[in-house]
C-alpha cells in the first residue's frame, strides 16, 4: 500500500502540463492520497511513515504550483497577443484598441508577477495585492480573471496545510507529542496543538 500512496504521489507531479489545469489535477491526486493516509495513520509501520513523511515534505507540490502560475502567464501571454492581432486595424477606433490592448498585456503581466511575490515576505505580498486590487478598478480583463487565479491559490495553500498536518500527524505516532512543534502550520507559522479525543488523537 505504501509504495502505491508514494506513487501517486509522484504520479501527480507528472500531470502533462497545462498551467493552472493541470495543477488542479496534482492537487486533486494529492489530496485523495493524503486523506487515505490520514484514515489509516495509526496502520502504517515506522519505516513506512517514516517515507511517507519524507515524501509529504517534498517542497515540489509548491514548486508545481510556481510553474504552473508561470506556464499561466505564457500562455495568457500567446492569447492576448492573438487577440491583438486580430483586432480592427482602422484608425477611427485607435486609441479604444491601444487601451484594450494595454489591458490585455496587463493580465499576464501580473501573472508573471504574482508568481514571484508569492516566495517573498508577507508586508511584499500585501503591497503587490494593493497594486492588484488597484489595477481591477480599471482593467475588467483583471477583474474577471483574479477570482480563478485565487481559487487555485487557496486550494494550494489547503492541500499545504493538509499534508504538512498529516505529516505531523505521521510523526506524532511514531516519536510522541513532543515531536509536534517541529512541524510549523503553514498557514500561519505557528505549531500545531495537539488535543487528546477519546484514546489518541492529534
Known amino acids: 500500500v505504501t509504495d502505491d500512496l508514494l506513487a501517486n ?26 486523506d487515505f493516509i490520514a484514515k489509516h495513520a495509526s496502520t502504517f509501520t515506522a519505516p513506512e511513515s517514516h517515507r511517507l513523511i519524507q515524501a509529504l515534505n517534498d517542497p515540489a507540490y509548491e514548486e508545481d504550483f510556481f510553474r504552473a502560475i508561470e506556464q499561466e502567464a505564457e500562455f495568457s501571454s500567446c492569447a492576448t497577443e492573438n487577440d491583438i492581432a486580430g483586432m480592427p486595424k482602422d484608425t477611427q477606433n485607435r486609441e479604444k484598441r491601444d487601451s484594450a490592448a494595454a489591458m490585455l498585456r496587463q493580465v499576464p503581466e501580473m501573472e508573471r508577477q504574482y508568481a514571484g511575490v508569492l516566495t517573498q515576505t508577507e508586508s511584499q505580498y500585501q503591497l503587490w495585492l494593493a ?61 500545531f496543538h495537539y488535543q487528546q479525543i477519546g484514546r489518541a488523537s492529534c
Open 9 to 34: 504521489l509522484q504520479l501527480a507531479h507528472y500531470v502533462p502540463e497545462s498551467a493552472l489545469m493541470g495543477f488542479l489535477v496534482n492537487t486533486a491526486i494529492q489530496g485523495q492520497v493524503t
Open 131 to 191: 497594486r492588484m486590487q488597484a489595477a481591477q478598478t480599471t482593467n475588467l480583463f483583471l477583474k474577471m480573471m483574479w477570482p480563478a487565479i485565487e481559487n487555485v491559490v487557496d486550494r494550494a495553500r489547503a492541500t499545504v496545510v493538509q499534508r504538512t498536518m498529516v505529516s505531523a500527524g505521521l510523526t506524532v505516532l511514531q516519536s510522541g507529542v513532543e515531536s509536534l512543534p517541529t512541524y510549523p502550520d503553514p498557514a500561519t507559522g505557528e505549531p
